[in-house]
């Protein structure tokens, strides 16, 4: 009970500069934008003492090289991997970044509404006009700024098991049908730890986070199979070391 009493002022606290930063996005567009973003994710990952560091808590894989406009493929586990992610982004040449969701998150009181207001991308994954939609917004956004964007996705379309043990889900093909379509290579990457962990018992020590960025993927002629399986050798890599 007294934890629980010891989080009200923190909530109050995320919920007041959960609606300011919304109406400043909503104003705001680029680079101040773009800003905005970083500063919202930090200020909420220190909110709830996740112990993540971008200077620190970021290992890259000995030949990785940027390039310019690419999607990014992660595991998911929590509302957290946003932030963290957008903090990865920050440190990755502050690119532009778009994250792909589902359109359920919406729904979500406070969060869905910053979700959107960071320029996110929704798709109903049931409504095939909806992908194509989806296809013709990220081909207008790369022709309007040529360079530096980020767009993000989930390619398991849920959140993994790979904590207990269990492994991640099957990559779903829309990932790649993206990438495809707009000539995006693959930047891989791996956030170890259990961010739910930090939602759920707040104010409790846990795990460090940390995120391990994977060499680039050339998209010519891979098979969803072939991007699958190589992302699952370098995350077992990780987690055998």
């Known amino acids: 009970m007294l934890k629980k009493i010891l989080l009200i002022p923190k909530l109050i606290k995320f919920m007041i ?25 930090k200020f909420i990952i220190n909110l709830l003492e996740v112990d993540f560091n971008k200077d620190s808590s970021i290992e890259y894989s000995k030949d990785f090289r940027l390039e310019d406009n690419l999607l990014l493929i992660s595991n998911h586990r929590s509302f957290l991997d ?31 509404n910053i979700i959107k ?15 194509i939609k989806l296809l013709k ?12 964007n980020i767009f993000v996705i989930f390619p398991e379309g849920t959140r993994d098991r790979i904590i207990n043990n269990k492994g991640m889900n099957s990559f779903k093909e829309g990932y790649l049908k993206i990438a495809q379509k707009n000539s995006l290579n693959i930047l891989p990457i791996f956030i170890e730890g259990n961010t739910e962990n930090y939602l759920e018992n707040i104010g409790e020590q846990k795990n460090p986070i940390k995120v391990h960025i994977f060499n680039i993927i050339n998209i010519e002629n891979k098979t969803n199979e072939e991007i699958e399986n190589k992302y699952n050798e370098e995350v077992n890599k990780v987690i055998n070391k």
């Open 17 to 41: 500069v959960s609606i300011r930063l919304k109406n400043r996005l909503k104003k705001n567009k680029n680079e101040k934008n773009r800003k905005e973003k970083h500063q919202w994710s």
């Open 82 to 112: 946003i932030l963290i992610i957008e903090q990865v982004i920050q440190k990755l040449n502050n690119k532009n970044s778009s994250f792909i969701a589902k359109k359920e998150l919406l729904k979500i009181p406070i969060v869905g």
């Open 117 to 131: 207001s960071f320029g996110t991308l929704f798709i109903d994954r049931g409504n095939p006009r909806d992908f």
């Open 137 to 148: 917004t990220i081909k207008k956004q790369l022709k309007e700024t040529e360079k530096d």
